[in-house]
């Protein structure tokens, strides 16, 4: 097999052994599944209630998608703003590293206040949550050009712009592929955490109606379908970053 062959399996070959060991350990000391279900059983009670977890599921996607989109654009032109200027970065910067540590599931008390249960509150957590890494992310890309670089394309005639738009932009679409990876990881926890409290449809309203029920095959259900489409979204950013950024990544197929 090869090192590609190796690396492709690799995954797949740990969640086996990882849901193998799960499931002995299960069976062998008899564990309740109201308290630890087995993932035989979470794969039963995913097939019995696949009827309502997909509907679940979707309203919980598609918010997450509305917020993450929000999250790009305000992302990327603040993280232009900052990285383009050493004033924003220095002034805004540290402003928004306080705001990042504030816990994203205090606002949503605030925001069901301003716009209601349901979707309102699900898709701006999801945005607040997510924001923050895609604006570090490009500002640390522009704000890191070699200062030799720099005096160089000035020196034959380059203005500032003109160093951002060839030099910096480009640099930086490996910091914005990474930075939407890890975002659209967040953006699910923000929805799931929004929906458990001021929702009445999506994943995490099943989650608290699974537990409140002792349910914990669903609930462990409705777990598994978030990660796995904030997988899915990771794969498909991955894809298109290997595929737009390739310049980037040449030794990443080296052992």
């Not at 590609?4 to 399996?9: N, V």
């Not at 919980?60 to 305000?74: K, N, P, Y």
């Not at 402003?95 to 599931?105: E, R, Y």
């Amino acid at each position: 097999m090869s090192p590609k062959q190796r690396q492709r399996w690799a995954p797949w070959l740990l969640l086996v052994a990882v849901l193998l060991l799960w499931e002995l350990g299960c069976r062998a000391f008899g564990v309740s599944e109201f308290i630890f279900p087995s993932p035989s059983r979470i794969a039963t009670q995913l097939w019995e209630f696949r009827g309502v977890i997909g509907a679940h599921a979707w309203r919980t996607f598609w918010v997450t998608m509305v917020g993450f989109g929000i999250s790009i654009v305000v992302g990327t032109l603040l993280g232009f703003l900052i990285g383009s200027s050493r004033l924003a970065y220095a002034a805004v910067y540290p402003l928004m590293t306080g705001f990042n540590a504030i816990p994203k599931a205090a606002f949503v008390p605030i925001l069901v206040v301003w716009f209601g249960i349901g979707i309102g509150p699900a898709v701006l957590t999801a945005f607040l949550i997510s924001f923050f890494p895609i604006t570090v992310n490009i500002a640390t890309g522009l704000a890191t050009i070699e200062p030799e670089l720099e005096d160089v394309l000035r020196v034959l005639g380059a203005r500032r712009w003109d160093v951002l738009m060839k030099i910096g932009l480009p640099r930086s679409m490996p910091y914005f592929y990474g930075s939407l990876k890890v975002a659209i990881t967040l953006a699910f926890v923000g929805t799931t955490v929004s929906e458990m409290t001021a929702a009445n449809e999506g994943i995490g309203y099943l989650l608290i109606s699974a537990g409140s029920s002792m349910q914990m095959g669903l609930a462990f259900a409705g777990l598994v379908v978030i990660g796995a489409m904030a997988m899915a979204m990771y794969e498909l950013f991955a894809i298109i970053e290997r595929r737009t950024t390739a310049w980037a990544h040449r030794g990443a197929g080296a052992t």
